[in-house]
């Protein structure tokens, strides 16, 4: 699939054929084509921001990405899943992009499991920066999902590190209260940052969308590269992006779930290649992720402020299907399983409202449902062939230089795991 990403105004006709053409930062002109990212530019200049070049060309990037993964349905490929993706996107400085686009493409193929070929061509969006920016004095950036992890991240990094950090956030449906409800009673009030990419198309979006993650990254080192910290040019700009290590490695459950039910939106491989990409585009953001090595049932118990958190957590969201189940936790997918066990870790009452909450129904909608099948599945593989014949390929990385911390933690997981399950009377 063959596609181009460029501003308004460009010259598609110009530059060959393609399959779909996307318009960025800007709803399409046309019917035959896609739009993605109206509103970014401005929401950025109503704050008087002024974001480093780069940094809106990862932008960029991130939403022609996106575009392809919503527009592209994996149903067309031979296989049903593995897309080939032809993307040229319009950039500031294709030089630069063009010689760092092997990183790229190997972050994509990990993220996505698609192959993604990468073209970068002039006539990129370069905002007019403000005559007089405001650069926001908060120390550091943080994702603020509206999902537990993050809530329990940011609590963190006020109460015990002591920082003030801007919090950013990709707008979901449902989660969008949540988030502000969040940054508004986590120390004392914090700045916060709201954006949405809104992708729009003609045709049917493809629901997968393994690529999400990278938005909300290029949200954080647009807004990392605006604060004074930045423009003072001394340090990095911490970019916090908070994740439990077992979710963040995420080895698949069994066999059958390589591609399509595993995702690595925070595995460490892939931060790692993007952050070797912000790093030879002379970005100073380091992404950084407190938690690789805590389970979430550890992280509840070792938040920093237990009060706070005990009165939000249930409002937080950890579903896959939350929309598809008006806007509630279904209880049975493997997110809702974590999130379940890490409660019994806490020992302090889940009041999160689930669709399916008794697994122990023996039947397709709870014990029998295929999630909770396979985390049993996954407890009952470690504990007849060992941890690592389970782990398999998830930890092989020349990037991961020493995984035993890695498989400590993913053991302690489905340690969680298999106390909910025994909880729940699941066999």
Known sequence: MKLICAPLGYDFAGAGDF???VVLYAHADRKDRGGIGGNLRTVIKRLNLKPSPRAWDFLSIALSVIAADTGVPRSNSPDGWTRELDISIAVVDPVFWTSNSGILSDALRFLTTDIWRLRFLEGGILPTPPKTPTTPSEDCV?????????????????????????VVSQVAQGDKPKQVLFASKIGGGLAHLQLNHVAHFTH????????????????????????????EGKKPVPLYVCENGFISINPPLTTGRLGSLSTRTTHPVYLNLIQTLIDEGGLRVKIQNPYQFLTKGEMLAQCADQKLLRKYAHLTT??????????????????CLIRRASFLVWKHADKTGYVYDDLSKDDKNHAR??????AGMAIAAVQADGLDAWIGSSLDSPMIANSTPYRSTIHRGLKELKKLLTHAGVE
């Open 19 to 21: 399959d779909l053409e």
């Open 142 to 166: 943080a994702l603020l999902s509206g999902g537990l992890d993050s809530l329990i991240g940011v609590i963190d990094l006020t109460v015990r590190k002591g920082l003030k950090p801007y």
């Open 204 to 231: 049917q979006s493809e629901r997968s969308q393994r690529a999400r993650s990278i938005i909300f990254l290029a949200y954080g080192v647009l807004l990392a590269t605006s604060l004074k910290k930045y423009h």
């Open 318 to 335: 950890s579903c896959g299907r939350y929309a598809r189940n008006a806007y509630q936790h279904c209880g049975r997918c493997v997110p």
């Open 369 to 374: 449902f295929d999630d909770v099948r396979a």
